[in-house]
C-alpha cells in the first residue's frame, strides 16, 4: 500500500507501550482490577442454554432439533458441534428476523414446523429457543398447539420443547428442560402401575464425548442388564462412513424412551445438568432415582459400579474387576509424573467434580478450579472434596469468573498444567502452561471425543495424556546432560 493511502491511526500506540501493557497484564496490580471485573465476560468456559437443549435431540432416534430463533444462533449451535466432532449436525431453524422481533414468532414456527416435518421426514422434533423470542416472550405452548390445530403438523406428533432463554444459565441448563420435555412428551402418560421392565434409565447428562456413551453401554452389557441410555449421541455423533449420507444415525429409540418410568431404576450421572429432569422421575415413578457424581477417576466409577450392583442384586462382573486392577496399576506406574503437580482446571460443575476426585487421587492438586456459571452450593460442595485429601489443601475455587480472570490468576500464581476444552489455548500461547485437552469443546486436535474420560479406561486415558504431557516438556526443555532414553 503505497504512503498515500495509508489508513491513519487515530490512536498511535508505540511498541514500547504494547511491551508495557504485555508485562503489566502479567502483574498483580492487574490482576486485582482484573478479578474485580464483573460487568464483561472475556472467553466464558460454557456455550448457551439452546446448545445442551440441541446435544439432547440429537440423541434421540429420528429427532430433528428445531431453533425457534435466530438462525445466526442455530449456526453456531451447529457449528460448534461441526468442529468438535467433525460430523454434521442436522438441525433447523424458523429464522426468525426483524418482523419476527415486532409481531412475534408464531408464524415463523408454523411455517418451519411444516417445512421440517414434510421434508425431512423426521420422528420427532425437538424445539427450544434462542434469546430473541426469550425476549419477546414467544408463547410455545400456545403456537405449538395452534400449529396442530391448523394443520401444519399432525395431532398426535412428538413435538417436545424447551424454553431456553441464554442470558440465565449455560448449555446444561438447556440440556436438562429439553431432556424432560423429551421424556414427558413420549412417556409421561405411559406409567403402568406395578410394571417393572426391569431396565435401568442411565442419564449421562451434558457430555460431549461420544466414547463416554460407549464405555456406559459397555458396563451394561457386561452386567447383562438391559439400559435405556438417554440422549445416547455415540452414533448420532460417531457414525460410520459408508458414502450413503443419514441424517439421524443411532438415538435412544423412542419406544424406550416411552417406556422410562416403567424402569426399574433411573440412575443421573451428573447432578447439576439432570436437575429437573431427576425430578421429574422422582415425582412420576415409585421405582428408585438416584443422582450419583460423574463417575471420572477410579472412587466415583466405583461407586456406579457398586449402585447398579446393588440395586438389581447383581455382582460386578469380573471383567470390570479386572479392568480396575489395570487403571490401579496404571495409576501406580505414572504416579510420580502427576504427584504435587497443580493444575488450573476450568468446565462445568459436574465434570470439574470428577476431574478434581481424579486428581486427588493421584496425588495431583487442583490449585485453581473455574466455573464459569455456578452457585455457593457448588462451591461448597467442591471444598468438601478438595477437604477428603491432603492435596486439596489451599486450593482455589472461582465461580463466576472467565477465562481472562484465570489466565491472570495463572500469570500470578502459576500452574504446571491446565485442564481444560481448547479455549484454555490463549492462556497455554501466553504462559507457556501445558494444556490438557478435556471437555467440550475440542475444534484445533483431532478424536479426542472418541477416547472415553469416564470409568477405569478413562483414568487410565486421562493420566496418559497427562503424564505424557509433563515429559513431553522434560525432552524438550531439559539440558543435554538429563536428556535419556528412559523417563
Ligand atoms: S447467547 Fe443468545 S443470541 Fe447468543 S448465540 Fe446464544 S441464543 Fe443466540
Known amino acids: ?281 422422582s415425582a412420576n415413578t415409585d421405582a428408585p432415582v438416584e443422582t450419583l457424581p460423574m463417575p471420572i477417576g477410579v472412587k466415583k466409577t466405583d461407586e456406579l459400579l457398586m449402585k447398579i450392583s446393588e440395586l438389581f442384586d447383581k455382582p460386578v462382573p469380573q471383567e470390570l474387576i479386572d479392568e480396575r486392577g489395570r487403571a490401579v496399576d496404571a495409576m501406580t506406574d505414572a504416579h510420580q509424573y502427576l504427584h504435587n503437580k497443580k493444575f488450573a482446571i476450568y468446565g462445568d460443575p459436574d465434570w470439574l467434580l470428577g476431574v478434581v476426585s481424579f486428581l486427588l487421587e493421584m496425588g495431583a492438586r487442583p490449585y485453581h478450579i473455574l466455573c464459569s456459571r455456578s452457585n455457593k452450593k457448588f462451591k461448597k460442595t467442591m471444598q468438601e472434596l478438595l477437604d477428603t485429601s491432603p492435596y486439596g489443601a489451599d486450593c482455589n475455587i472461582w465461580i463466576n469468573k472467565d477465562l481472562w480472570h484465570l489466565r491472570s490468576l495463572c500469570a500470578t500464581d502459576p500452574v504446571d498444567a491446565l485442564i481444560g476444552d481448547a479455549h484454555g489455548k490463549f492462556i497455554t500461547r501466553d504462559l507457556g502452561i501445558p494444556l490438557i485437552r478435556a471437555g467440550f469443546p475440542i475444534m484445533d486436535r483431532v478424536n479426542l471425543h472418541r477416547y472415553p474420560t469416564i470409568g477405569y479406561q478413562g483414568a487410565i486415558n486421562l493420566l496418559t495424556w497427562i503424564a505424557n504431557t509433563f515429559l513431553d516438556q522434560v525432552d524438550v526443555t531439559c539440558e543435554d546432560r538429563n536428556f535419556e532414553m528412559m523417563r
Open 1 to 281: 500500500m503505497s504512503e498515500q493511502c495509508a489508513v491513519k491511526k487515530v490512536t498511535e500506540i508505540t511498541t514500547e507501550e504494547v511491551e508495557r501493557i504485555k508485562e503489566w497484564i502479567n502483574t498483580e496490580e492487574y490482576k486485582e482490577k482484573n478479578m474485580a471485573r464483573e460487568g464483561l465476560v472475556i472467553n466464558p468456559a460454557h456455550a448457551c442454554q439452546p446448545l445442551g437443549a440441541q446435544l439432547v435431540a440429537h440423541g434421540f432416534e429420528g429427532t430433528l432439533p428445531f431453533v425457534h430463533g435466530s438462525q445466526g444462533c442455530a449456526s453456531y449451535y451447529r457449528s460448534a458441534f461441526n468442529r468438535h466432532f467433525r460430523e454434521p449436525a442436522p438441525a433447523v431453524s424458523d429464522a426468525m428476523t426483524e418482523d419476527g422481533a415486532v409481531f412475534g414468532g408464531q408464524n415463523n414456527l408454523f411455517e418451519g414446523l411444516e417445512n421440517a416435518y414434510t421434508l425431512y421426514h423426521p420422528k420427532m422434533i425437538a424445539v427450544f429457543t434462542s434469546c430473541m423470542p426469550e425476549v419477546i416472550g414467544d408463547d410455545l405452548t400456545a403456537f405449538i398447539q395452534n400449529a396442530r390445530n391448523e394443520g401444519h403438523i399432525p395431532a398426535d406428533f412428538p413435538v417436545p420443547y424447551a424454553n431456553t432463554p441464554s442470558f440465565n444459565g449455560t448449555h446444561i441448563h438447556g440440556y436438562d428442560p429439553m431432556l424432560k420435555s423429551i421424556l414427558n412428551t413420549l412417556g409421561g402418560d405411559k406409567k403402568v402401575e406395578g410394571k417393572d421392565n426391569g431396565s435401568l434409565n442411565l442419564i449421562p447428562g451434558f457430555d460431549a464425548c461420544t466414547g463416554n456413551y460407549r464405555e456406559y453401554k459397555r458396563y451394561m452389557k457386561a452386567f447383562d442388564i438391559p439400559c435405556t441410555l438417554m440422549a445416547d449421541i455415540s452414533d448420532s455423533f460417531d457414525s460410520p462412513l459408508t458414502g450413503t449420507y443419514n441424517p439421524y444415525p443411532g438415538g435412544t429409540p423412542l419406544e424406550d424412551a416411552a417406556d422410562a418410568l416403567n424402569a426399574h431404576a433411573t440412575i443421573a450421572l451428573q447432578q447439576y445438568s439432570t436437575k429437573e429432569t431427576m425430578k421429574w422421575f
